[in-house]
């Protein structure tokens, strides 16, 4: 009789591997709901400032905005595969642009819009965007990576 080392040392019997699968939507999973915390954050805080101190066509773009993100936040949970891949880069896209525009009005100003940090809620906008966009650059890096699901002959007809 020959012994086998199993994961526990030497032993008479087959050593058992157990597949769990899924631990690659596992691992994203947590990125997806983070970067979705961050979507509806940033358009909760655009939608409040919409609703309470800006008006006119800046206020209309916060609350397109607002909705944007919320969309792009149940996109990002709720969608697998491919379209999982395009929620994530649309949704990084969407903050690092929001992120973008909100740095060009706090210094050369942008399309007539000057802001300072000393508007309402200015500085916590910038961090809620800055930490967001890595969230999303991270989960859109894990998503993109992740290996394509095999196919079957029969999907292949």
Excluded: K
Aim: aromatic share 4%; proline share 4%.
């Amino acid at each position: 009789m020959s012994s086998t080392a199993g994961p526990y040392g030497p032993s008479d019997g087959p050593t058992v591997r157990i597949d769990r699968g899924g631990t690659a939507t596992r691992s994203t999973m947590l990125w997806q709901a983070l970067s979705a915390l961050s979507l509806l954050a940033m358009g909760g805080i655009h939608l409040y400032l919409a609703l309470t101190s800006t008006g006119g066509i800046l206020g209309i773009l916060f609350i397109l905005n607002g909705i944007g993100g919320a969309v792009l936040a149940i996109a990002v949970l709720v969608t697998r595969g491919r379209l999982l891949a395009v929620a994530t880069v649309l949704a990084l896209l969407f903050l690092a642009g929001t992120l973008l525009c909100l740095v060009l009005a706090l210094t050369v100003g942008l399309f007539g819009i000057e802001s300072s940090l000393d508007y309402e809620l200015a500085p916590t906008t910038l961090v809620v965007e800055s930490v967001g966009t890595v969230i999303l650059l991270i989960t859109t890096v894990l998503v993109l990576r992740r290996p394509a699901p095999a196919t079957t002959a029969a999907h292949r007809r």
